[in-house]
């Protein structure tokens, strides 16, 4: 029984009577394959016992030797090209003497045709594969050399909807590369007609012969093909030409169909390529546009294949390749910050991580695409954010140990102040000098008590201030020769005024408890010479105030609390631990900032930053009033348990007395001396500590009224 052998695989498909060839799963002999239409072709046995394949309207068309068919009678030995897939026909053994006759007679002519038929098989299996346009072009020259008899060759495509070449490729059969002498009009004929076009004699075309391009080159004979990507509307992609320098009559009718073959292979090949050519365009042009969107992202970026090849990587990255480790675009990364790759591909991921020195914080985030083809990886320094949760927490905790002082201190001023008077009077009344002495003691102690307290006052901000526009370099000039005599004449003070420093508006006698508190300090790390160095200096927005010394220095565990009430790096009995948070307190308050820098053996260096202000100098700020408690102008505000006894005091001295009873009668609450004793003003009191019915302690103001004698 006749059958189909495919060359490849040597699979062998029995013949019946109609036998049908496509991809399609309804065919009796089904090939998978892209360029095998669902139903191609047919093989049909005839009424004699003969066999004819038929076209069954296939896009690529078949092939008996090297010719393209509709239908043509199979011998015994034919091979058939159907799309990339060879067969050959073998017939039953029941075969007419008339046939054998022919096949014998016909031997050495379909040798060639074999011959043929094999390259363009080889070209198809090649080009089937190749997505790269430029090689694939090449290939395509190549085989035409092999199969025809051309001294050169032109394969060009186009841009689609254009006459824009795209690839080109241009030579001779010993591989030259040809510039110039092909015939434009020829490929503009093909281009308009879309019809192959054939030359056996140049001589014998007048237009052509006119062409100073061929006559400079001596062609002889050309032909010409267009290359048709067979769609539903076939699809103009380009054009192959040859010509022959030899002599007339080099390419012939059948050498034409054959290039027809060729091209009928190469434009399926080259849709695919321009197609893969296209998305790989696209997909450049997106990987471009994702460059130059995270190049300068102030996160890190690294994008990993499934294989941990790196795939895109940022500057952020690269600049801190001796932390996180070095990204090398396409090279194969196995731990980045620390963490193995093979944990972050798959899945997804977030982790802290602490690396390099100094020491950074880094949250790594991972995300793997659904198709897994593709892993993001970003890498958010978090350091300065957490150094600045730090510092704000901080600053909350000085604030409430600020309230909390001050609360206390206004009490404690309360009970000092009356420890103090009744001390005074007790003094007074006593005679024995023992007692007096006694009682002196007494008021030594609540003095000394008192400064602690002021101190404590003036770390909560609860005393009054007077803010005013003063120029910084002025005043620390005024007060050379004071902090000079501060640091001592073992100790070298360097004073450095830049040329223009800004005005800032602040208390001048708190910036000076500022510089005094600093230079104290600097004198107290120094053990015996040194030199203490305090820069005044300017930036855009602030005054700046620099005071390093050559002492001791600090750790940074030490340097961290510096700021915090109540510690101290002095010996005991040196420091109460409250000028340092004062310092803060004092320029967080007027909004400036203040930092140190010290190292052990090396000194240390504070640094303040005070906002400039616009206001013109001299001018003063509005008064801060008094939180809880103290003395506004004239006004006195005791405790009741206070005024109780100065007015006692007061009576004593025949002085009269309107005792106000609600906070709302403060204002109007006075004594008046009498008109012999011409006081030279009314004095107000008021009792404070005790809630005053409709009035809070930041309502009660002073006044002062002339009192006539």
């Known amino acids: 029984m006749a059958c189909l052998i495919e060359i490849d695989s040597q699979r062998r498909h029995e013949l019946g009577e109609r036998s049908s060839i496509g991809r399609g799963q309804d065919n009796d002999i089904r090939v998978e394959d892209p360029m095998i239409s669902r139903h191609h072709a047919e093989v049909v046995r005839l009424a004699d016992s003969s066999y004819h394949v038929r076209d069954l309207g296939s896009r690529r068309g078949i092939y008996v030797g090297s010719s393209k068919v509709a239908e043509a009678g199979l011998r015994d030995g034919d091979e058939l090209l159907i799309g990339p897939v060879r067969f050959r026909f073998e017939g039953s053994n029941e075969r007419p003497a008339s046939v054998i006759g022919e096949r014998s007679a016909s031997v050495i002519g379909e040798a060639d045709e074999l ?14 594969v190749e997505h790269d346009l430029d090689c694939l072009l090449e290939r395509v020259l190549q085989t035409c050399f092999q199969l025809l008899r051309a001294d050169r060759g032109l394969v060009i495509v186009y841009a689609p909807q254009s006459k824009t070449p795209v690839a080109t490729v241009a030579r001779t059969r010993a591989g030259i590369p040809v510039a110039d002498g092909l015939s434009t009009s020829v490929i503009s004929q093909v281009m308009a007609t879309r019809e192959p076009y054939l030359r056996t004699a140049i001589d014998g075309d007048l237009a052509l012969q006119r062409s100073e391009s061929l006559s400079a080159q001596g062609v002889r004979s050309l032909m010409a093909v267009p290359l048709l990507y067979d769609a539903a509307e076939p699809e103009w992609l380009g054009v192959i030409h040859l010509d022959s320098q030899a002599v007339n009559n080099v390419f012939q009718p059948r050498d034409l169909e054959l290039l027809c073959a060729v091209a009928g292979h190469a434009a399926l090949a080259i849709k695919n390529a321009m197609l893969v050519r296209q998305v790989q365009s696209v997909q450049n042009e997106e990987w471009r546009r994702l460059d130059r969107v995270v190049k300068n992202l102030p996160v890190g ?127 007074e009344s006593l005679t024995s000098p023992e007692a007096k002495d006694d009682a002196r003691m007494i008021s030594q102690a609540a003095t000394s008590a008192t400064e602690l307290v002021r101190q404590l006052l003036a770390f909560s901000r609860r005393e009054a201030v007077k803010p005013k526009v003063i120029d910084v370099g002025r005043l620390v000039t005024n007060l050379q020769k004071l902090l000079q005599r501060t640091v001592g004449p ?145 006004a006195i505000v005791e405790p009741r348990l206070l005024v109780r006894g100065r007015v006692e005091q007061l009576e004593q001295l025949r002085m009269d007395l309107d005792r106000a009873e609600h906070g709302v009668q403060v204002a109007d609450a006075h004594l008046v001396a009498r008109p012999d004793e011409a006081p030279a003003r009314e004095i107000e009191i008021g009792a404070a500590g005790e809630p005053l019915l409709g009035q809070s302690g930041d309502r009660i103001h002073p006044r002062e009224q002339p009192v006539a004698p």
């Not at 420890?419 to 003094?427: F, R, S, T």
């Open 115 to 128: 011959r043929k038929l094999r390259a363009i098989v080889e070209l198809s299996r090649a080009i089937g």
């Open 301 to 427: 970026v690294v994008v990993l294949d499934d294989q941990r090849r790196c795939l895109l990587v940022n500057a952020w990255v690269t600049a801190r390749a001796a932390a996180i480790g070095e990204v090398v675009p396409y090279a194969v990364i196995d731990r980045l910050a620390g963490i193995a790759c093979d944990r972050m591909i798959g899945g997804e991921l977030r982790e802290q991580v602490t690396i390099g020195t100094p020491e950074s914080t880094l949250i790594v985030t991972a995300h793997t695409s659904g198709d897994g083809r593709e892993t993001v990886i970003v890498l958010h320094d978090i350091t300065q954010e957490r150094a600045q949760e730090a510092k704000a927490a901080h600053q909350d905790r000085l604030a409430l140990i600020g309230q909390l002082a001050g609360g206390i201190a206004h009490d404690f001023n309360n009970l000092l102040f009356i420890i103090l008077n009744y001390a005074g009077m007790v003094e």
């Open 490 to 634: 073992e100790i070298e003070l360097v004073l450095q005024v830049a040329a223009h420093t800004h005005h800032v508006l602040i208390d001048p006698s708190q910036l000076e408890q500022i510089l005094m508190n600093l230079v104290v300090n600097a004198r107290d790390a120094i053990t015996g010479a040194g030199r203490v160095v305090v820069r005044i200096g300017a930036t855009e927005r602030c005054s700046t105030i620099e005071i390093t010394d050559t002492g001791s220095g600090m750790a940074a565990d030490v340097a961290a609390r510096v700021f915090e009430p109540y510690f101290t790096t002095k010996a005991l009995g040196k420091g109460t631990g409250l000028g340092l948070a004062t310092v803060h307190g004092i320029v967080q308050h007027v909004g400036g900032e203040i930092t140190v820098v010290s190292e052990l053996g090396r000194g240390t260096t504070f640094r303040i930053e005070l906002p400039k202000t616009d206001l013109a100098p001299g001018l003063a700020g509005h008064r801060a009033e008094l939180g809880i408690g103290g003395v506004v102008g004239d």
